[in-house]
């Protein structure tokens, strides 16, 4: 057993814990043997985690949690409390503390592009646990501390960093799309007949955005990292999580030392402007094709450890348990699936007697679209739309088809993606019980009248 277990020596031989699964079974292992950290993670649910014992009871939907620094002049009643941005109905869709973005708000009346490949801040989704803080960017500070660093900040006296020590670093941009892990979730229920907890996104919990800011590496070998590094906490400055009358602390997830010295970025502007208190201000992470709750918004501390670290986030949430899964659940969640949308209301009418151009957008966690198919008649027969973007990692694609209704009447849209390593969409997606990664292709109703 023990063999099949890699010890991270040397960065290089770190790579292979990209691979989250067999990372996992070196963390539980470390766990056991009492050389993980486990922080708000009760010891029963670790002990559940290791004994392969069966699911875990659901998690309880959580108790709203206003944010601290709300505009005092507040007269307008929000659709979603802790969200400091308008929410046009047009734009979007309230989903407890959450908005959805609204697929067809992509599109003009005229069915002209409302929005390129990068969506506009004021129409991006957000995804809060709780609510968003209002951060004073000017005496906010990065902290870093902990045992896979060198010197003080290994006795717990963190190195100190300030927006602009972060914005004196070497810049990077990237496009890159963050997407909530439970997108798509409500198609379990509504296609498949499987209930699931958790917020009912239809396709729009994702947005694009170009994104500037420093390599988390620069950041890290700043602070002073070191090669007994392997697990990387960052957490939120935004009000602790509390669910089920249980304090979880401020939101968290530890990160592989290999994912992030690889592609992840300490994010300060979006679409070319500083960061907005919604989407992270003043600083954010961005973890390009994985699930969305790795991006941690208002990141105040990043613990790094010489020994691996669990957070509710990595163990209660965001891995799969079902009939199909391993008792214990799956290692952590990390790529997202492949999915395809129609830049389409569900149940739109589309006039008779002429024709029309769909349009849509595909993408994939793993590598670059390669090619989209769309069906008009519930899947029957299929056509390869038209590619409008270069496929991108970690982006995703913009596609058209034409399509001339035969007549009027009810007509069942399917749009399916497959991506470079060859990563499809099935009919159904694999059941798991708390609705993540849901990338089957979907059905998507329009009347011809
Ligand atoms: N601190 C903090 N970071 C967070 C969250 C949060 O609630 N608090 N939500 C996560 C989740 S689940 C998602 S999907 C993305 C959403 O990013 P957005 O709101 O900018 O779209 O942020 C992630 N980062
Ligand atoms: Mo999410």
Known sequence: MAAEVQTPATPSDRAPALDEA?????????????????????????????????????????????????????????????????????????????????????????????????????????????????????????????????????????VEFGLEDLQDLPSTRISALIECAGNGRSFYASQQGQAVPGTPWTLGGIGSASWRGVRLADVLRAAGLTRAAVDVLPAGLDPHYVTGGTDLG???????????????????????????????????????????????????????????????WNTDFYRLWGPDYPAAGTAPITTQVVKSAFELARGAVLEAGRGHRLHGRSWSGAAPVRTVEVSTDGGRSW???????????????????????????????????????????????????????????????????
């Open 22 to 158: 067999a990372y996992d079974r070196l963390r539980r292992r470390q766990w056991l043997a009492g050389e993980a950290r486990a922080d708000g993670v009760d010891r029963r649910t670790l002990l559940r985690m290791l004994a392969a014992a069966g699911a875990l009871a659901a998690p309880a939907l959580a108790a709203p949690v206003l944010a601290p620094a709300r505009a005092a002049a507040e007269e307008v009643p929000r659709p979603v409390p802790g969200i400091v941005k308008p929410l046009p109905a047009e734009w979007f869709v309230p989903r407890g503390t959450n908005a959805e973005m609204r697929w067809d708000a992509l599109r003009d009346a005229d069915g002209d592009a409302a929005v390129g490949r990068h969506v506009p801040v004021e129409r991006f989704f957000v995804r809060n646990h709780t609510g968003t803080p209002l951060i004073d960017p000017d005496t906010w500070r990065l902290k870093l501390f902990g045992t896979g660093l060198r010197g003080a900040p290994a006795a717990g006296q963190p």
């Open 250 to 312: 401020p939101v968290r997830r530890p990160l592989p030392v290999a994912k992030a010295l690889d592609d992840v970025l300490l994010a300060y502007e979006m679409n070319d402007e500083p960061l907005t208190p919604d989407h992270g201000a003043p600083v954010r992470l961005v973890v390009p094709g994985w699930v969305g709750i790795a991006s941690i918004k208002w990141v105040g501390t990043i613990e790094v450890a010489d020994h691996p670290l669990y957070s509710p």
């Open 383 to 449: 056509r390869r739309a038209d590619l409008r973007d270069e496929p991108r990692a970690h982006d995703w694609t913009r596609w058209s088809v034409d399509w001339r209704p035969e007549g009027p009447g009810a007509y069942e849209l399917r749009a399916r993606a497959t991506d470079r390593r060859g990563n499809g969409q099935p009919e159904r997606a694999v059941f798991n019980r708390e609705g993540y990664l849901f990338g089957a292709v979907v059905a998507h109703p329009v009347t011809v009248a």
